[in-house]
């Protein structure tokens, strides 16, 4: 009790020291080192990645089903937090395309819009997502999300990048109907078809076409930096970097763009030629905490209460390690927890659906050099800065340019090399992945997402249930009568005096059963590892002794060693020895605990073949005296 209470005091004196309390604000330990070159670099970073989040929320909004201002309302509070809480000098916290397509899974149809859901549920979401991630990282949880495997993953993430832009092809072609999943998409799609407008498409397919062009420049305008032999000159230097520049910020470049030409179109009284966004409500949000009476909030919510907080998670860090290891530094994962929850519960007071890290905007932020979080901050007051002046504008943005933004966006979170590489690796693993695939584009993502966890732990859980045990040939095996001589116990037993003296184990060792568990002995697997002894030992016309060999079993549990209490007696009664062999001290001290009866361990499989044949000639020895 003592070394407990001892153990609990250092512990709680870790965790509330000062060192412990720089960790949990990490602004803290980087803002003494702040030096004034990484201003301009900041700056830079924040204000491109600005630009780019800017047209992405807006496009993330209509993907969770929300008016298109909850998108801009999501994308500035997770910078701030981020800033004073976050472990990772690139991650961009805000909307991103695979949140959103969750969020869009769990609400309650907005009466006035069939197609958007009311934003109470997702704000509420908001909060509760991030109480439980707090309270993940302050319990030291983080861990939990390693239980969800590469496979899951990259089946949850392609399938749901191809909904996600299954999702958009309405807008593109100029369509107007409200699906749920994946397939309501398609099958509406083609009902739909006769309502296809040309304007439209040509507008879409046009963005897709000059956002494929400007990725392109984009990666052009890099090249030169892989070529160590070469220096551009001042102006070739400028010329690229303004088209990296322009590459980078193509959603913006498209966004205003198509917004012109609607604005121009909607002027020369040829409105209605493009769908428009619409109006959209101007001015920051009011701080005010979420609508906690709402009704059926469980009902609604669902499992996305623990779905969407994992995810969320997994994203954030996944991409923090990624990033911390091209850059060189190290992301806290528990800490990380703790600012994503705090990011959301902070924006849900600012009228936020559930956020998480951006790939895409975090690539941005390293590619211009960002030196710490505080580019956040600059691209959280971009944000209300648009909110503030630009909420008129956003009227004219076309439907099918914020539709090509997405689909352009999405379309390479379809990770098509992991199929070849897991087929090459170990095709269970593809089989869970294709599984998850399915699953997620039939059943939505949440539930394939379940669906593929539930898999990924039953092979977990398998070799745990059915561990290996073989039946190992003793005259196979090496043996070494490492017992001196002046020991053995031949010498000590008067009934053994007169028999030759042989090495008893090399005459006995064909007339016993060793058995080998080739890992720990747990619960589920306690009736499948008696089963099998009893099956394999006293099913024959001629029973022999049974060795366990416990040289991989590194753990046991209660219920296994009720088992091996219950197999004893019952090898007692049918007068056939079972004794163990190997048994590591840890194991030896919870049989001691637990008073097995009729229990012997040798310590080691030689010294038992040698026991069990000792014994074996004395009782042979005794029953021949005694006739």
Known sequence: MDDVRVALRDGAAN?????????????????????????????????????????????????????????????FMGCFVYFFLG????????????????????????????????????????????????????????????????????????????????????????????????????ILTFKHIKEVNGWDVLLGVSSMVILYLLQKVKNDAVKWEKDDDYTPTTSKLLAWKFLWFVGTSKNAVIVIMTAIIAWTLEYTH????????????????????PEFGIPDVFQVLNVGIVIIPLIGYLEAISIGKSFGRQNNYKVEPNQELIALGICNVAGSFVSSYPVTGSFSRTAINSQCGVKTPA??????????????????????????????????AVIKMVNYRIFIALWKVRKLD???????????????????TLVGIGIDI???????????????????????????????????????????????HQIYRDSVLVFEVDRSMRFPASEYIVESLYQLSLGGPHPKPVILDFTHVTGVDYTMIESLH?????????????????VKDEIKDQFLAYDLKSLVVYSSYESAIQGLAEENAIDEAAAHLNT
């Not at 990484?38 to 491109?48: H, K, N, P, R």
């Not at 040829?270 to 905490?289: C, D, Q, R, W, Y």
């Not at 219950?566 to 190997?582: N, P, Q, T």
């Open 15 to 75: 965790y509330c020291s000062l060192s412990a309390w720089k960790r949990r604000f990490p602004l803290s330990i980087w803002l003494p080192k702040y030096k004034a070159s990484y201003v301009l670099s900041d700056i830079i970073a924040g204000f491109t990645v600005g630009l780019t989040v800017i047209p992405q929320a807006l496009a993330y909004a209509s993907i969770a089903k929300l008016h298109i201002q909850y998108g801009l309302y999501s994308a």
């Open 87 to 186: 472990t990772s000098k690139d991650v961009s916290v805000g909307p991103t395309a695979i949140m959103s397509l969750l969020v869009s899974m769990y609400g309650e149809k907005d009466p006035n819009d069939k197609e958007l859901h009311l934003p109470e549920y997702a704000i509420l979401m908001a909060f509760i997502c991030g109480c439980i991630q707090f309270a993940l990282g302050f319990l030291h949880l983080g861990a939990l999300t390693g239980f969800i495997s590469s496979a899951v993953i990259a089946g949850f993430t392609s399938a749901s990048a191809i909904t996600i832009a299954m999702g958009q092809v309405k807008h593109i072609l100029g369509q107007s109907f409200h699906g749920d999943t994946f397939l309501d998409d398609i």
């Open 270 to 289: 040829k409105s209605g030629k493009i769908a428009l966004t619409g109006n959209v409500t101007e001015g920051i949000p009011m701080f005010e905490p």
């Open 375 to 408: 580019g956040g901050l600059i691209t959280g007051g971009l944000v209300l800065l648009s909110l503030q002046f630009l909420t008129p504008a956003f009227y004219y943005i076309p439907k099918a340019s914020l539709a090509a933004v997405i689909i352009m």
């Open 430 to 448: 593809l089989l869970v992945l294709i599984i998850t695939f399915i699953m997620c584009l039939c059943i939505g993502v949440a539930y394939g």
């Open 458 to 504: 039953m092979i977990l859980l398998y070799p745990i249930a059915r561990p290996g045990i073989r039946l190992v040939d003793p005259s196979a095996r090496q043996h070494y009568d490492i017992t001196p001589k002046a020991q053995r116990s031949t010498e000590s037993s008067p009934l053994l005096s007169n028999l030759q003296q042989v090495p008893l």
């Open 566 to 582: 219950d197999a004893l007696e019952d090898f007692g009664k049918a007068g056939i020895k079972l004794v163990f062999c190997s």
